[in-house]
């Protein structure tokens, strides 16, 4: 089974600091995706990876940052934590997809409150 | 874009019943689909997908329905129990592009 792990499941932090969000995946997969989660928004995606060292924008990237120098891990940086940031993130891997697309696996999520 | 939405954002059902959950995309284009089950406390888990090709496929105790001429799918669940309780999302994407998310449906297992 494809393991999606993200290093906190809770996290609390204060306003304006450099707060790092880890996840590693065990596959291989070429794909990483970081989504934040809010109650009546779903899921929204901040940014991707197709592979190492290469990063794409979502849907809302502001005030986010990503580094992907190995292909199992993938980081989202909060450059200066702002309250509005207070969500669950979710971490995502999928295979390359060469054709037909795949399912994403996700982490188990990092709850973040900023405080 | 793709957008994609849930019916309901609540289902209660009693155990043993059927569910059925529902959902619509907006671009024809799209060929490919999923569904999530996400328990709380844990990240969405993949539960069965659907190419365009296809109008049904079935797993274990769920299906799944495309109607591309209404844009519409469904998951059906059978003989629900209460370990089915979650919410169920799903998504839709074309070819190899990032899949876009609903923003699910509570399923609520009475026993």
């Known amino acids: 089974d494809v393991k999606v792990t993200q290093s906190s499941r809770y996290l609390v932090k204060r306003t304006g600091e450099k707060v790092f969000l880890e996840c590693v995946q065990d596959?291989?997969?070429?794909?990483m995706f970081w989504y934040r989660q809010d109650p009546g928004l779903g899921l929204r995606l901040i940014y991707f990876?197709?592979?190492?060292?290469?990063?794409e924008k979502g849907d809302i990237p502001e005030g986010y940052s990503v580094s992907r120098e190995k292909k199992e891990r993938f980081s989202l940086i909060l450059e200066s934590a702002s309250t509005n940031q207070t969500s669950m993130y979710l971490c995502?891997?999928?295979?390359?997809?060469?054709?037909?697309?795949?399912?994403?696996?996700f982490g188990d999520g990092t709850r973040l409150s900023i405080l | 874009g793709e957008s994609v939405g849930l019916h309901l954002p609540t289902l209660s059902v009693q155990e043993g019943d059927n569910s059925i959950i529902n959902c619509a995309y907006s671009?024809?284009?799209?060929?490919?689909f999923i569904w999530y089950k996400q328990e709380s406390g844990k990240g969405p888990q993949f539960i069965i997908d659907?190419?365009?090709?296809?109008d049904k496929r079935q797993g274990q105790r769920v299906t799944v329905l495309l109607n591309k001429t209404v844009k519409h799918l469904s998951l059906q669940i059978a003989a629900t129990q209460p370990g089915d309780s979650a919410v169920y999302f799903c998504?839709?994407?074309?070819?190899?592009?990032?899949?876009?998310f609903g923003r699910g449906t509570s399923l609520i297992v009475h026993p």
């Open positions: 995502a891997s999928r295979p390359g997809t060469g054709g037909y697309n795949q399912p994403q696996h």
């Open positions: 596959m291989d997969h070429e794909n």
């Open positions: 990876s197709y592979d190492v060292k290469m990063k």
């Open positions: 671009n024809s284009a799209s060929d490919y």
């Open positions: 659907i190419r365009s090709n296809m």
């Open positions: 998504a839709g994407s074309k070819g190899s592009y990032i899949p876009t």
